[in-house]
């Protein structure tokens, strides 16, 4: 069974920091590019940070360009979104999804997204 599994959401403090962690299970994240996507209350979801599936290039949103950090460990199908400086606007459901695009693509849209985790809550309030 296909699975991508996102931990890490919690209540924390506006200037705090959280880790994501996106576990796929069923099948291997290597040659998939990865995207990490948010919805808050009320807004639509967005991208908020993408990588390729060779590794390397990724994108950012504009809102946490500098802030937050996409990586992938494929030898432990996982992948990470560390997020420092947090926001008030930075509270939504947070999902991870895997897609098979060209090598040297990185995907930023939701449809050319293969598979979806569950979402984990983020939520930033003093």
């Known amino acids: 069974q296909v699975q991508l599994v996102e931990s890490g959401g919690a209540l924390v403090q506006p200037g705090g920091s959280l880790r994501l962690s996106c576990a796929a299970s069923?099948?291997?994240?290597?040659?998939?590019?990865i995207g990490w996507f948010r919805q808050g209350p009320g807004k639509e979801r967005e991208a908020v940070s993408c990588i390729r599936s060779t590794g390397g290039s990724t994108f950012y949103a504009d809102s946490v360009k500098g802030r937050f950090t996409i990586s992938r460990d494929d030898a432990k199908n996982t992948v990470y979104l560390q997020m420092n400086s947090l926001k008030p606007d930075d509270t939504a459901v947070y999902y991870c999804?895997?897609?098979?695009?060209?090598?040297?693509?990185?995907?930023?849209?939701?449809?050319?997204?293969?598979?979806w985790g569950q979402g984990t809550q983020v939520t930033v309030s003093s």
């Open positions: 069923g099948f291997t994240l290597d040659g998939n590019a």
């Open positions: 999804a895997a897609g098979r695009t060209g090598p040297w693509y990185i995907p930023r849209f939701g449809y050319e997204y293969d598979y």
